[in-house]
């Protein structure tokens, strides 16, 4: 899936050069969490220099197209309050 992907690539960059890192990750889930952890735990890494940040997910699975809106607008507001909070440095 997604998340698979996403890490084979997180997993091949030097995280001396990328860092500090930030996982954004759905409320709802738990696994990619996880997969996160595991690859910062396998970097060897001697340093914490990563955050795994939980947002409300846009649109839950089953959800209805009238009512995934609202929570997509929620979803949308909460990247760009944590993108304004971090700073990257693009």
Avoid: N
């Avoid at 954004?24 to 220099?49: C, I, W, Y």
């Amino acid at each position: 899936g997604h998340t698979a992907e996403m890490m084979s690539l997180v997993r091949a960059l030097p995280c001396d050069v990328y860092a500090p890192r930030c996982y954004v990750v759905a409320k709802t889930d738990g696994l990619s969490a996880d997969k996160a952890l595991r690859a910062e735990e396998e970097s060897g890494s001697k340093l914490k220099e990563y955050d795994i940040v939980k947002i409300p997910r846009s649109r839950e699975v089953g959800q209805s197209w009238t009512s995934s809106v609202g929570t997509t607008l929620r979803a949308f507001l909460s990247c760009i309050l944590l993108v304004a909070g971090k700073r990257p440095d693009l």
